[in-house]
């Protein structure tokens, strides 16, 4: 008996497996198209032409008033001293939330690898706890705590010092937000150095003991130029966070006092609030263009050297 074979046959069969394939790739990925299409990029790209108009809340009522004004948002934006003073808060929240943030987490990651040998577990679930409790309760815990006659000053009051009230003084109100922001995130930079640290081969630190290498100097030739990849993951995911800082300034000061904590999000929504859709929209996508540019200068400058 003989097998006729078809010319093209094995072809058209690896072909058809292949359709299969990505017939099946394609329904599996269908829900996740729908919501990205349907709640990211639809209203992305409405809001890019909001961005381009004069849309208030009032013209939702006659759409066809709204006129078409180019790029006349941006340009009333970079004139607006309001939002350029936000622009400012904005980047004081990054410079100091992100390094003060790293270097809590990266510290405790450091004890938590080495220094702790008993109960590990339950001081990493302490420790990340902030990361998961609810935001509106802890800040009106530091609402209260931080007042003029809160937790702080008394305990200030105690040593014989007259506290002042924090968060109606525009030169002390940014550091108790940003000090909020880094208690809410350290315990995620922590995780994530503590991943990286365990990554390590450990026969690396031996033969760095071994040639007479100590702590000090195992951290600086050994821990931190392989940490390297995990580093620019949380410098990045930090100060993707600190751009759009918005929970902390919207509940401890919601901007206050004189405007010295509104960050670029919370002008938005105050922009949003009061009508301003189109200038709300080109706000949004300004921050958006800011968040872009310093990811893409953290991956120039962080990246491993191959």
Do not use: C
């Not at 072809?11 to 829900?31: K, M």
């Not at 990054?94 to 809590?104: E, F, N, Q």
């Amino acid at each position: 008996m003989t097998t006729t074979l078809v010319p093209g046959a094995p072809d058209r069969a690896r072909r058809s497996g292949s359709s299969r394939r990505t017939a099946v790739a394609w329904l599996f990925l269908a829900p996740f198209a729908v919501v990205f299409v349907l709640y990211t990029a639809i209203p992305t790209v409405a809001a890019l032409g909001f961005s381009l108009t004069d849309l208030r809340g009032s013209d939702l009522r006659h759409p066809l008033a709204v006129d078409f004004t180019g790029l006349d948002n941006y340009l009333r934006l970079f004139q607006d001293p309001t939002f350029l003073r936000d622009i400012l808060n904005t980047a004081v929240f990054v410079a100091a939330g992100v390094p003060l943030t790293m270097a809590i987490g990266f510290a405790l990651a450091v004890v938590l690898n080495s220094g702790i040998r008993r109960m590990r577990g339950v001081f990493r679930t302490v420790f990340f706890a902030p990361v998961v409790t609810n935001v509106v309760a802890v800040a009106l815990i530091w609402q209260y705590a931080f007042n003029a006659g809160g937790t702080v000053n008394k305990a200030l009051a105690a040593v014989g010092l007259a506290g002042p009230n924090w968060l109606d003084d525009p030169h002390l109100a940014m550091p108790v937000v940003i000090l909020l922001g880094v208690w809410r995130n350290f315990g995620t930079a922590m995780v994530l150095f503590l991943a990286g640290l365990q990554a390590v081969p450990e026969d690396v630190y031996e033969a760095a003991a071994l040639d007479g290498a100590g702590r000090w100097r195992q951290l600086r030739h050994i821990t931190l130029p392989l940490l390297l990849p995990t580093t620019l993951m949380v410098s990045v995911l930090l100060t993707v966070f600190y751009l759009q800082v918005f929970d902390e300034p919207y509940l401890l000061t919601d901007g206050g006092p004189l405007g010295s904590t509104e960050s670029v999000s919370l002008y938005t929504y105050h922009q949003f609030g009061s009508g301003q859709l189109g200038m709300s929209s080109a706000a949004s996508f300004v921050m958006l263009l800011l968040v872009l540019l310093v990811s893409v200068v953290q991956f120039r400058l962080l990246r491993p050297r191959t």
